[in-house]
């Protein structure tokens, strides 16, 4: 059977999208390939968040289209974000290219395939040149990422559990891509949560662009508790899951509810990724973003109240268009007032279509560069000590599998999100359990199990 060679650039979500199209050969007898020399079917998973996602992937398909040279009928398409964003301008700038699916089309993605190698190895197709361009949009499409690739043990596994953003930040292009917010029934994601739990899934992540206003279109509010609590909720109750992480949150809509869940469902794990973007309110509002940094700082303190040990990671973009020292003096602020135990830093960049690229006070490349190193530099004074700080104690872990740098040892979580590399037996994936913390990196844990010091 013919074998297909996935690429997949960005986050977790289009992870999980490109697992789904995987599972979908998989189960029309096609076989996934790591090797691209020998696929008869290539795809790429595309991102657009930022122009160099998007530069990747077009020259590695360019660089691709050299296997046709050998093999006549291999099939090239674009997936995801920027095969909705830029549709069929993909075919005119690289024409060997036979498909372009859009994000609510990954559920179709094994037919066009189908049809055009159908075409291919019947010479109908051969110079016709009519690719299929598939980016319109498509009701329950987000019900459709529901399967996982079966045989190997996943012992943390992501779920979507909605689709696409109505929120308006103005450096970003999701809406565009992933459409607006479509919420998946609760019944059919906890289904989905038992199979993984049944397969030996111990961990879970639950994927969206805002997934603390999951189902605030679709399903109502229970004694108070918003869709989002109550699916927490029901995935607490399934047995074999030990752990439930989800990602990503807004301010906006972060009630109560959601926070006290933290007091109250010991799965939940103790760390939270919560997008600040900007300590500045000036700024904030210039991206859209309906919150104040000291709403963001009084979330933050409310649920060290409710979890004293949870970690908080966070997104924040410097040189935003206009973004002034004193503007970027108050992100500093709030980063050290909150202590976040990571942070992904963006320096900004204007994303065509969006309107944040089109606001006036530009910054030069020079003062981005210079706010993310020094950022990075108060981030890492903060970070090191919370690290150093766990050598000699004891801390619990999720062994999720072989260390990616080095596979004779294994590697795991914490439920504040630090890993933790262990040599071990590997009868130890899948188990939860404590390790003694020997030495740390400053960004990585080293140590042994508890038990082996017995
Ligand atoms: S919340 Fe804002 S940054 Fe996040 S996906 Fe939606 S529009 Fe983009």
Redesign the pocket.
């Known amino acids: 059977m013919p074998k297909v060679y996935l690429k997949t650039y960005g986050c977790q979500m289009n992870e999980r999208d490109s697992e789904q199209v995987a599972r979908m050969f998989v189960d029309r007898g096609y076989t996934v390939t790591p090797r691209e020399e020998e696929a008869d079917v290539v795809l790429i998973n595309t991102c657009s968040v930022r122009d160099q996602a998007e530069q990747k992937a077009l020259s590695n398909m360019a660089r691709l289209r050299k296997l046709r040279d050998e093999r006549r009928h291999v099939v090239y398409g674009f997936l995801g974000c920027m095969a909705q964003s830029r549709g069929a301008e993909l075919v005119a700038e690289l024409p060997h290219v036979d498909l372009v699916a859009g994000t609510q089309k990954y559920h179709k993605v094994v037919d066009h395939v189908e049809t055009i190698l159908r075409a291919k190895l019947s010479r109908e197709m051969d110079d016709l040149r009519h690719p299929i361009i598939d980016t319109g949009e498509e009701a329950e499409s987000q019900n459709t990422i529901r399967d996982h690739v079966e045989g190997g043990r996943q012992v943390s596994a992501f779920v979507s559990i909605m689709q696409g953003?109505n929120?308006?930040?103005t450096f970003?292009i999701?809406?565009f891509t992933r459409g607006p917010e479509r919420a998946r029934p609760i019944a059919e994601i906890v289904a989905e949560v038992r199979r993984l739990a049944d397969q030996g899934t111990r961990e879970v992540t639950l994927l969206g662009?805002?997934v603390n206003l999951y189902g605030r279109h679709e399903f109502p509010v229970v004694d108070g508790k918003t869709p989002f609590t109550q699916l927490l909720e029901a995935i607490h109750e399934i047995d074999g899951i030990r752990r439930i992480r989800f990602t990503?949150p807004?301010p906006v809509g972060y009630k109560e509810d959601v926070i006290a869940a933290f007091g109250r469902l010991p799965k939940l794990a103790s760390h939270v990724h919560f997008p600040m973007q900007s300590g500045s309110d000036r700024i904030l509002k210039l991206m859209h973003r309906p919150y104040k940094a000291g709403k963001f700082l009084a979330i933050c303190e409310r649920m060290k109240e409710v979890r004293p040990d949870i970690a908080i990671s966070t997104d924040i973009i410097v040189g935003f268009p206009g973004e002034t020292e004193e503007d970027y003096e108050q992100t500093k602020e709030m980063v050290r007032r909150v202590g976040f135990d990571h942070a992904f830093v963006f320096r900004y960049s204007p994303r065509r279509d969006t309107p944040a690229a089109l606001l006036p006070d530009q910054l030069p490349e020079r003062v981005k560069e210079e706010r993310n190193q020094d950022l990075l530099a108060l981030l890492e004074s903060i970070t090191a000590p919370k690290f150093a700080a766990m050598v000699g104690q004891d801390v619990e872990i999720l062994c999720d599998g072989p260390s990616k740098r080095n596979p004779h040892r294994l590697s795991g979580r914490t439920s504040t999100n630090r890993i933790v590399i262990l040599e071990g037996n590997e009868r130890l994936i899948g188990e939860m359990f404590d390790v003694h913390i020997r030495e740390t990196t400053g960004h990585t844990l080293y140590g042994e199990p508890v038990l082996a010091m017995v």
Do not use: L, N, T
């Open positions: 953003c929120m308006k930040c970003c999701v809406p662009q805002i990503s807004h």
